[in-house]
């Protein structure tokens, strides 16, 4: 199966993520919140991350509104609404890639809403 071309640069990703981590990392004194194109641009590596680590159709993984991704092979769907869907914010998605939150308790504190019986990436992350 071939992966789709990455939109985002790899070094300009890990930036992204970089930068987000330290801004989050700073409970005691928070600093300046990222800015809308830091989120956004490790929101979109992360999905790309995913997808290459996980390639295939059967579960839509929604980052509103910065980007969208199907990943993890199984049944391709083509029309309509998807029947694995993981949808959630950008702070959360961020938290479970770099493994400050567990899967789990984002699904039991309804940060995720994940439908569908594919719909479970506890396996995928955090992503090394």
Do not use: K
Not at 1 to 24: F, H, K, P, T
Not at 28 to 42: D, E, K, M, N, Y
Not at 59 to 66: A, Y
Request: with cysteine; charged share 20%.
């Amino acid at each position: 199966m071939a992966i789709a071309r990455r939109r985002i640069d790899l070094a300009e990703g890990r930036a992204a993520l970089a930068a987000w981590q330290a801004a989050v990392g700073q409970e005691t004194a928070p600093g300046t919140p990222p800015s809308r194109t830091v989120l956004a641009t490790a929101v979109r590596y992360s999905l790309e991350e995913l997808t290459a680590r996980a390639p295939g159709n059967s579960v839509e993984v929604r980052v509103p509104p910065f980007g969208v991704t199907q990943c993890v092979e199984g049944p391709r769907h083509t029309r309509g609404t998807p029947p694995n869907v993981i949808e959630c914010d950008a702070a959360t998605w961020l938290e479970l890639v770099t493994g400050r939150l567990a899967w789990s308790a984002a699904v039991d504190a309804g940060r995720v809403a994940a439908s569908g019986l594919r719909a479970d990436l506890s396996e995928l992350l955090p992503l090394p």
